[in-house]
Nanobody
Framework: QLQASGGGLVQAGGSLRLSCAAS????????MGWFRQAPGKEREFVAA????????YYADSVKGRFTISRDNAKNTVYLQMNSLKPEDTAVYYC??????????????????WGQGTQVTVSS
């Protein structure tokens, strides 16, 4: 089970940190990803991190502004979002899957999904 939190309303240029707490499984076995979905748009990849935490992946639109990290001792993955823009407004979902390589960016590769947390960036 995945529980996402940390969303909210922030002004453009501000920051938020999303958290996703996992329970009921061996967290360290899973790659973790963040995806987002804006109204009227398809779900899109944001960031992902390998099971070990050694490899990270980012969508071009967030590279340099967002940072994904994980704490396997706390069964939690984080998404630090800085320099937020109105176009970052979306529901953000965390996901877990036994994924390796660049397929980590494909939402179809994930087995477990959190409930989503709303991020709204005002201009």
């Amino acid at each position: 089970q995945l529980q996402a939190s940390g969303g909210g309303l922030v002004q453009a240029g501000g920051s938020l940190r999303l958290s996703c707490a996992a329970s009921g499984g061996t967290f360290s076995r899973y790659a973790m990803g963040w995806f987002r979905q804006a109204p009227g748009k398809e779900r899109e990849f944001v960031a992902a991190i390998s099971w070990s935490g050694r490899t990270t992946y980012y969508a071009d639109s967030v590279k340099g502004r967002f940072t994904i990290s994980r704490d396997n001792a706390k069964n939690t993955v984080y998404l630090q979002m800085n320099s937020l823009k109105p176009e970052d407004t979306a529901v953000y979902y965390c996901a877990a899957g036994v994924v390796v390589g660049t397929r980590i960016t494909y939402f179809s590769e994930y087995d477990y999904w959190g409930q989503g947390t709303q991020v709204t960036v005002s201009s």
